[in-house]
């Protein structure tokens, strides 16, 4: 397979789509460690962000001559995998609850915001006992980097709801966490 | 999540090499838009026919108003408003299930939607364009029975038609 770097996401999709399946490998390749480490954030299960992760994918494929090339691929991906991690947390929402994964939050920009609080355990502490609207906002904005206009794709909310809700999250982690301290 | 990584990427071209995925035709997807569209469509026009069928049962033009009021009120057709409110909820759905809001405001589409829908039946009620369909369909046996009260005396009531 030659070196498709210097194509972006919609140029290859319409590859995909048009001249050669195999290609879809590369999308993969770029994405699969985003999507399974965002779906983890919300599941906190190893196996089943797996699971959806790759069912992420095979959605994606299945319905990609649906997709409009003129948006962006990757708020495409992320909002197949939300609606994925959402349904899959809504079956095994009592299982999923009281699921304790230590695994720690490297996020500069993250770090950065809640500079008071040192300690990444706490952090991931916090986040888990966050609603996962908000959970799951943080994680977008902060470790995916993402947009307002992108998060507001990805989750089909209006962009000035994402500010607002992306505000209140911050205000919910900092109580939590010093509730916890 | 190395091991992880590698068997997504390998699970998921496996399923496309072996044909048990493959991409919807572009045709589905075409298809699947006229039919959204084809159902806001209908939704909109029940919409405006069912509230204009409300408005022109209540709309009447008579001395003894208040006994009018309360013959109208036991024959009146409370399926109309129903259907109305039923389609409105549809049409919300269907927009919501759509990708027609995330960019927009949801709230303003809807406010836009009852306007376009209440100024069509005011309209078509204005300009009497139900005249069209007075002695048919479900209006007909409504129409009917004002006229057949009417006939009878009861304060000379009838519809104001123009």
Not at chain 1, 79 to 106: G, Q, T
Request: aromatic share 14%; hydrophobic share 45%; with cysteine.
């Amino acid at each position: 397979m030659g070196d498709f770097n210097s194509y972006n996401d919609e140029q290859l999709v319409e590859l995909v789509r048009n001249e050669d399946q195999e290609l879809y490998r590369e999308i993969v390749k770029r994405y699969q460690e985003k999507i399974w480490r965002y779906v983890f954030y919300i599941l906190r299960d190893e196996a089943k962000s797996s699971d959806v992760s790759q069912n992420t994918f095979i959605k994606a494929f299945v319905n990609l001559k649906g997709f409009d090339n003129r948006r962006k691929f990757s708020s495409w991906l992320y909002r197949i995998a939300h609606n994925e991690a959402i349904n899959e947390f809504k079956k095994h929402k009592k299982e999923l609850s009281f699921n304790d994964v230590a695994e720690p939050f490297y996020d500069s920009g993250f770090m950065a915001e809640f500079d008071a609080i040192k300690d990444r355990e706490l952090i991931n502490h916090c986040l888990q006992k966050m609603p996962i609207k908000y959970r799951e906002i943080l994680i977008l904005f902060y470790l995916e980097e993402k947009s307002y206009t992108e998060i507001s794709e990805i989750l089909q909310a209006p962009a000035g709801t994402v500010a607002a809700r992306i505000s209140r999250a911050k205000k919910i982690m900092k109580e939590i966490c010093q509730r916890k301290k | 999540m190395s091991e992880k990584k590698i068997n997504i990427e390998q699970e998921v071209m496996d399923k496309i090499h072996h044909d048990k995925i493959a991409m919807k035709p572009k045709a589905y997807f075409i298809l699947g838009s006229i039919a959204f569209f084809l159902a806001m469509v209908s939704v909109v026009v029940i919409s405006v026919f069912f509230s204009n069928l409300t408005l022109f049962a209540w709309r009447v033009n008579c001395p003894m108003k208040y006994q009018r009021l309360e013959m109208i009120w036991a024959s009146f057709p409370w399926w109309a408003p129903l259907i109305t409110i039923v389609g409105l909820i549809v049409g919300f759905w269907l927009m919501k299930k759509s990708e027609l809001s995330y960019k927009n405001n949801f709230w303003l589409i809807i406010a836009g939607l009852l306007f376009a829908i209440l100024t069509a039946s005011w309209l078509i009620d204005y300009l009497n364009l139900n005249q069209l369909w007075l002695h048919r369909g479900p209006v007909r046996g409504l129409w009917q029975q004002q006229e057949f009260i009417g006939s009878r005396g009861v304060g000379g009531c009838g519809r104001h038609l123009r």
